[in-house]
């Protein structure tokens, strides 16, 4: 796999990822994820860039039910 910036290597690694909605934020400390040696640019896999989605969507959902519950 290369960067597609710079067409750099790829490694893997795990980064943190934070969630920034309106009223919610969440930091995730260890996404698995792809970093260029070169450039140091972070890529995610489909799948996790899948499951950030979900995560975010059911957080969307939880906290607003949390916010008109009063
Ligand atoms: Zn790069």
Redesign the pocket.
Same mark, same amino acid.
């Given at each position: 796999m290369r &960067?597609m910036? &710079?067409n750099?290597s790829l490694e893997r690694a795990r980064v943190p990822y934070h969630i920034d909605r309106a009223n919610v934020h969440v930091i995730i400390d260890e996404v698995p994820a792809w970093v =260029?040696s070169? =450039?140091d640019?972070v890529m995610f896999d489909e799948r996790a860039v899948d499951e950030i989605q979900q995560l975010i969507t059911a957080v969307d959902q939880r906290t607003e039910r949390l916010i008109n519950s009063a």
């Open positions: &960067c910036y &710079c750099g =260029c070169q =450039c640019e």
